[in-house]
C-alpha cells in the first residue's frame, strides 16, 4: 500500500482459511487484488459475480476504487473473504447501506469450515473399503 494514500474504509473478511484487508477510496470501480487487477486473479465469472454481489446491492459499482490484500485458502474462500471484506467497508462508509447488506447476508461470516481427516479412515467421512473375508 503507497504512502501518503487515503482511503475513506476499510474491511477486514474471512472465509475458510481465506483472510481479506479491504480498502475503499473514491473512484472508477477499479478492483485490485494482491497488486493485480481482479480479472486476472479471479478468472471465473462466478468468482467475479461473488465479488461484485455487495456493491451491485449498494449500487455502488462504479463508485469506488477497491484495493485489496488476500492471503491463505484457496480462490473460492477468497473471494468470499473479500466479498465480505467489501461488505463491511461499505457499511462502515455509510450506515444507510448496512440494511441492505445485512438482508443479502454480505455482513455475516460464514462459519463453515474444512472437517478434519480422521484417524484408521481416508479422509473425513470416507472410509477404507471394508472387506468380510
Same mark, same amino acid.
Given at each position: 500500500?503507497?504512502? $501518503?494514500?487515503?482511503?475513506?474504509?476499510?474491511?477486514?473478511?474471512?472465509?475458510?482459511?481465506? @483472510?481479506?484487508? @479491504?480498502?475503499?477510496?473514491?473512484?472508477? $470501480?477499479? *478492483?485490485? @487484488?494482491?497488486?493485480?487487477?481482479?480479472?486476472?486473479?479471479?478468472?471465473?465469472? @462466478?468468482?467475479?459475480? /461473488? *465479488?461484485?454481489?455487495?456493491?451491485?446491492?449498494?449500487?455502488?459499482?462504479?463508485?469506488?476504487? *477497491?484495493?485489496?490484500? /488476500?492471503?491463505?485458502?484457496?480462490?473460492?474462500?477468497?473471494?468470499?473473504?473479500?466479498?465480505?471484506? /467489501?461488505?463491511?467497508?461499505?457499511?462502515? %462508509?455509510?450506515?444507510?447501506?448496512?440494511?441492505?447488506?445485512?438482508?443479502?447476508?454480505? %455482513?455475516?461470516?460464514?462459519?463453515?469450515?474444512?472437517?478434519?481427516?480422521?484417524?484408521?479412515?481416508?479422509?473425513?467421512?470416507?472410509?477404507?473399503?471394508?472387506?468380510?473375508?
Amino acid at each position: 500500500m503507497a504512502r $501518503g494514500t487515503t482511503y475513506l474504509s476499510m474491511g477486514t473478511g474471512r472465509r475458510k482459511r481465506s @483472510v481479506a484487508r @479491504v480498502y475503499l477510496k473514491p473512484g472508477t $470501480g477499479g *478492483i485490485e @487484488v494482491n497488486g493485480v487487477p481482479s480479472r486476472e486473479y479471479f478468472k471465473r465469472d @462466478v468468482l467475479q459475480m /461473488i *465479488i461484485e454481489q455487495p456493491l451491485r446491492t449498494t449500487h455502488t459499482l462504479e463508485r469506488y476504487d *477497491i484495493k485489496a490484500n /488476500i492471503c491463505g485458502g484457496g480462490l473460492s474462500g477468497q473471494a468470499g473473504a473479500l466479498r465480505h471484506g /467489501i461488505a463491511r467497508a461499505l457499511a462502515g %462508509l455509510d450506515p444507510k447501506h448496512q440494511g441492505p447488506l445485512r438482508q443479502g447476508g454480505f %455482513l455475516t461470516r460464514d462459519p463453515r469450515r474444512r472437517e478434519r481427516k480422521k484417524y484408521g479412515q481416508r479422509g473425513a467421512r470416507a472410509r477404507f473399503q471394508f472387506s468380510k473375508r
